[in-house]
DNA sequence: TAGATTGTTAATCGATTAACAATC
DNA sequence: TAGATTGTTAATCGATTAACAATC
């Protein structure tokens, strides 16, 4: 098992990413962690700690190279890699992930939709075919998923969880307002929309009464 | 000014509400920060600390009262007013948001959609009229507008986001991947579904080396 | 070589947890 | 009254920032 590394750090990780990405769009070949830091407002400090969980990319007196820590980040996410994703609930949130393609750009590949809504069944949506849920199981023990995404009402997205766990599913993009319990190697991420929106409600109410907004 | 409040204090806050409405519908009346700890996998000492960033809501030997204490929050996050939400980019995630209800019953209204797509303009989703995105400065002047949803591609938003911090707007709820730079009296809440994803990717390759994982 | 900038240790800061007097 | 549980202070823990020797 190799060194432990809190989310906090983990959660900053697509965000570097992402500024080096603009760095390389902009034909800018190296960065110090001085300069950086000014770009991302926030302290040098914290670049070379984060980075230096991970290996040793940087150089003294030079900085760093930006497309090899672009491409050390991408390989410390995991996103070098396609991914086989199942989206269970085809409504609004279901739908509009599978039209978004920068997923698939990305690797993060939708191979199936499932929904109780018989109008919904045999429909397909960007060349994803929805499937009646009753068929899910069969389907997961037959085909690599390596990612489920809920988009489901809270109550049915409980029963859901379970299922495919014991079907072998081993990450969860949970976008139903409610936390899932599930087992220490069973990994799940969070979009609680209501939740954020709920955040941003109380920013709007208290503007001048919030410590450390994020940049 | 208000006592200053910690944005991770904040971002609990949701999450208490829910359980408290939980709790609420299935007609239990009092808790105790012990009980409610142990349902929410938290400590006890770290509800207590939060809610008292905001008033004594217990009562020694009793414990809290649910729907007193479910009140408290809604008004503490500012979500038992109205709100009037415009959304700029009426594509998927756009239309998403505003066919998902909760948001309209939970008092946040859409009023319009802007567009520079020709063929959604006139459209009507839900009641709601997409309009051209030319006419974006008019409306705002001319509407009472609290919140701008940015559900449209990162250069754009940027553009976007400075017109609507000129008309006034405080609001902004940015599903755009991209960090917007406001003034201090402008609040931004993220929803970045890019590095929600790339997050889980490396959940998924490192399930060993994660501390604290959210719930 | 001199200047720049890293990787890393030490210091600081803030957030979480524990403890307990107050009191319902 | 005795038991339970709060609000709050003190202790601990972890994360961020500062400092600097190493070195490109």
Same mark, same amino acid.
């Given at each position: 098992? *190799? ?24 034909? !800018? ?20 700690? *984060? ?15 930006? +497309?090899?820590?672009?491409? +050390? ?5 995991? !996103? ?51 499937? *009646? !849920?009753?068929?899910? +199981? ?7 998923? *390596? ?41 799940? +991420? ?26």
């Amino acid at each position: 098992m *190799d060194k432990k590394i809190s989310l906090a750090v983990i959660k900053r990780l697509p965000r570097y990413y992402r500024y080096l990405g603009d760095l390389l769009d902009n034909g !800018i070949t190296r960065i110090s962690s001085k300069d950086l830091s000014k770009r991302m407002n926030v302290t040098a400090s914290q670049i070379r700690q *984060d980075l230096n969980n991970f290996g040793c990319f940087g150089q003294q007196g030079y900085g760093y190279n930006v +497309e090899l820590l672009y491409d +050390e980040i991408k390989k410390i996410l995991g !996103i070098n890699k396609q991914y086989n994703l199942v989206i269970i609930g085809a409504g609004n949130i279901g739908q509009a992930l599978v039209n978004y393609i920068n997923f698939q750009k990305r690797g993060f590949n939708f191979i199936a939709m499932f929904d109780v809504n018989p109008r919904l069944i045999g429909m397909t949506i960007r060349g994803i075919e929805i499937y *009646d !849920i009753d068929t899910l +199981e069969d389907f997961l023990k037959t085909h690599n998923v *390596d990612i489920v995404v809920l988009t489901l009402p809270k109550n049915n997205a409980v029963k859901v969880s379970k299922i495919i766990i014991d079907c072998g599913i081993k990450g969860i993009w949970n976008f139903s307002h409610v936390d899932l319990k599930t087992p220490p190697n069973v990994v799940v +991420e969070n979009i609680h929309l209501t939740d954020s929106m709920m955040t941003l409600s109380y920013k709007l109410n208290n503007k001048d009464c919030i410590i450390d907004d994020e940049y």
